[in-house]
């Protein structure tokens, strides 16, 4: 093809040819190799510099949502208006100082309360030493009621029983998130009926519904031990398990709460509910800790085929 007249080729559209390289000998390829040697690393440093774009680009698009910083922040809002109004009112609702009560525990005591709920049968001493009227702290005093061990079973059934429902390939967020609200509900049921009762019955005591919270939540230390049973060695290891969890959970609030509720033959006076409507409600109370134990765990062990 001819060149018109006066068209001079720019310097940059000139193709320079490289020199035909030596392969020693060796069969020449099909086609030569064209690109230049700093093209790679030109392309290397162009990714590099790039490479909060490439790499974190759907990072940057959420962050550079505004309906995302929006949520973003009035989430964080809420969470400090949250965090303020408990630190102001809290104590309007608890004291702090008598929760701090409940909490005051040790590492021997936790080991000697776990030991004491799933083998209550050797212990002799139940009663609780005070303190100028005041109960002494649960770490000096293992028959002391806690709210501890409760709250760290309570958690540690719920991931125990996420692991249930993972090896059952049934396992959801939503799902967890229902069985661990429907756990502290059935909880928080039980305190209202009980205290109900306690004043339907006129039953004057010292027991305190912190106590109450303590002695009901003890029951998730068992539904632990359960659920490894059934884990471990099936339907068979599940249901040995909640025997002998129930059993030591009565025997447990038997001793525990007839020492608390039931008044001394000498102060036994039919005004204040009767000996009787206390021994019931005794009975009531260690009853249901094994109903809810099994109710709350059956549906997390595969039933055997």
């Not at 698009?61 to 809420?78: E, F, K, R, T, V």
């Not at 059934?157 to 059935?186: K, R």
Request: glycine share 8%.
């Amino acid at each position: 093809m001819d060149i018109p007249s006066g068209y001079v080729r720019q310097p940059h559209e000139q193709r320079r040819r490289q020199p035909r390289p030596d392969y020693g000998g060796g069969p020449t390829p099909l086609f030569d190799d064209t690109s230049s040697p700093a093209e790679p690393t030109n392309y290397q440093n162009t990714r590099q510099d790039q490479g909060p774009f490439y790499g974190g680009m759907a990072g940057q698009q959420i962050l550079a949502d505004p309906m995302a910083n929006m949520a973003m922040q009035y989430g964080s809002s809420l969470a400090t208006q949250g965090k303020d109004v408990m630190e102001k009112h809290i104590d309007k609702f608890v004291s702090m100082s008598k929760l701090k009560y409940y909490f005051a525990v040790d590492t021997t005591y936790v080991g000697k309360k776990l030991m004491l709920l799933l083998f209550p049968y050797m212990h002799n001493n139940w009663s609780i030493r005070y303190n100028k009227e005041e109960p002494v702290a649960p770490r000096y005093e293992v028959n002391a009621p806690d709210l501890y061990i409760p709250a760290m079973a309570f958690v540690t059934y719920i991931l125990v029983a996420g692991y249930c429902l993972g090896t059952q390939n049934s396992f959801t967020p939503e799902l967890l998130g229902m069985q661990a609200s429907s756990a502290l509900v059935w909880l928080i049921l039980e305190i209202v009926v009980i205290t109900m009762a306690m004043y339907i019955m006129s039953v004057a005591t010292d027991i305190k519904t912190f106590d109450l919270l303590a002695f009901c939540g003890y029951k998730y230390v068992g539904m632990i031990a359960v659920l490894l049973g059934g884990m471990l060695f099936g339907s068979m290891g599940y249901y040995l398990a909640l025997a002998w969890c129930s059993a030591s959970m009565f025997f447990f609030l038997l001793r525990t709460l007839r020492l608390v509720i039931l008044p001394d033959a000498s102060h036994d006076m039919v005004g204040s509910g009767g000996n009787k409507g206390r021994t019931y409600l005794v009975l009531a109370i260690a009853v249901l800790q094994p109903l809810f134990m099994c109710w709350l765990t059956r549906h997390l062990i595969p039933s055997p085929n």
